[in-house]
């Protein structure tokens, strides 16, 4: 209880604070993270999520997809999303940086968010770029794998797979934004993957204050300010109603 409590003290104090976001966030929703026993790794294997994989044999994925694509659509916000979008309402926390592609903050209410790891609700043809909305690809799904209408190239969602590059706009805005702030959150993140893992890093080198909340120990863990081991989601909503109190 006492990190919960200074937690919530360190965002009463301050002045330009941030959240780094990971799967862990999201399970309570529903959605499985990638590497528990039983996340997607387990169950299909790490080639599910490898950009080389997927050009190999993109109906493997699209297979696994047709099945998420409804309870990504389906899915809500839980609390810990929603203590987020109160802090952002509350005027303490600039902006979310997730690794996730499931669209939970923005449901939630948060209004400024980098998607680092890019996002399902949109779709782009991997030979000449056209682009397609959700709507376009859940139609060219019902096919046998979601083809270009200008060129009969497969049609990828706009999700970073391993293997790809972050979109750099979005990583410079991230960066700039944990190298300004005072403070950053970081929930449901493991940090085992480059470069998202640098982000809090980047706030602990001007002088900010990193509050971790993650259900199993990080590598970051010596690092933070402040631990908060426990569900990251009901850890969040103590988090933020003892910092509205203040």
Known sequence: MSEIRNAAELI?????????????????????DFRS?????AKYGYD????????????????????????????KPNAGHKALAELEKMGKLEAVITQNIDNLHQKAGNKRVLE?????LSASCMNCRRKYSFEDVKELMKGFLPLCQSCF?????????????????????????AGSSDLIIV????????????????????????ILVN?????????????CRGNTSEVLKRIVTLARKR
Request: aromatic share 8%; hydrophobic share 40%.
């Open 187 to 210: 929930a449901g993140s493991s940090l085992e993957v480059f470069p998202a893992s640098e982000i809090p890093s980047m706030t602990k080198r001007n002088d900010g204050k990193i």
């Open 37 to 41: 026993p039983d996340g997607l790794f």
């Open 116 to 120: 680092l790891h890019g996002t399902y």
């Open 12 to 32: 009463s104090n301050s002045v330009h604070a941030i959240a780094l976001t990971g799967a862990g966030i999201s399970t309570d929703s529903g959605i499985p």
């Open 215 to 227: 259900a199993t120990p990080t590598v970051l863990d010596g690092e933070a300010d402040i631990v």
């Open 153 to 177: 190239g497969i049609v990828k969602p706009d999700v970073i797979f391993f293997g790809e590059t972050l979109p750099p706009h979005v990583f410079e805005e991230a960066e700039l934004l």
């Open 48 to 75: 599910i999520t490898d950009i080389e994989a997927f050009r190999k044999s993109p109906y493997d994925f699209f297979k696994l997809a047709s099945r998420l694509i409804s309870k990504l659509e389906n899915t």
